[in-house]
């Protein structure tokens, strides 16, 4: 079905489908709004029960390069992005190659809440109420060839509206990558917003990943290339600073950063004399991942 012409992507949020349905009874007319995007989910068995932060402190407080390098730039400088049409291209070895609307990319795939603890590499967190698809559904939608090793994204080049990209510090696009099997393990969401609402600008919008029990530099943000393949990928910090960035890049307070400790965090908006607190193994989520690494040195592999 392609909802091209009638629907936008905003809509595609529990928020926006209640308001859907009542433009529907207002006689708004013929959306489709059968599809399962569109069901309100129930809390997902995945989610923390911790506390979210506020929208402030998820909204203002910020690392997104392309719109410059202080933790405010992305707010004050991302609200022109133009995120509506979106297109989202998909190669390499997958079944159903294309240049995708986004509408029609995440088309019948279901929007959930999932409430996550975020670990910044800085040694910062935050708990976020994203909403999303899970990406091993997107994945089997479109097709996953048995050759297909890694899964690699890529980030929107616009300088003309992300003044960020007049620096040369990035090679741009933005790029991140993960293994298959991390790509695939549940956990691993395509976040199109939180708190109900669509994804602020300076949050990724329209669509980002989010790979909790990773340092949050791996959840790239604006994506329009999703490409599957057999070496892996190269990916930004990585190839900026190899000694510091690695691609794993998973939360391990056992293996510090070269400049800075990663045994505990500061957590974003708890106050100033709040302190730190320990930082946990995968974020917390080693039920759910550590197998994954089994047989790893996760001390070479960082
Ligand atoms: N994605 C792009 N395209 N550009 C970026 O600069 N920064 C990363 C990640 N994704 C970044 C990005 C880093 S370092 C972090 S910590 C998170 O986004 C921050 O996400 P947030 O601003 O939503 O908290």
Redesign the pocket.
Known sequence: MNFKSELRWSDVTPKAAFLNRRQIMAGAGALALASPAYAQTPPSPYSTDEAPNARED?TG??????FGFDKGD?ARLAGDLTVSPWTVVVDGMVDKPGTYDLGDLLAGLTVEERIYR?R???AWS?V?PWNGIQLSFLLDKLGVQPGAKFVAFE?LVRPEEMPGQSSTFIEWP?R?GLRIDEAMNPLTLMATGLYGDPMPN???API?LVVPWK???K????IVRISLVDKMPPTTWNMLQPNEYGFYANVNPEVDHPRWSQASERVVGSGLFAGRKPTLPFNGYGDQVASLYAGQDLAKDF
């Open positions: 998820i407080y910020n690392n997104f390069y392309e992305p975020f910044c590499v800085e935050m976020i980030t933005y991140e300076q949050n990724g980002r340092y949050g530099f959840s790239i943000k604006s």
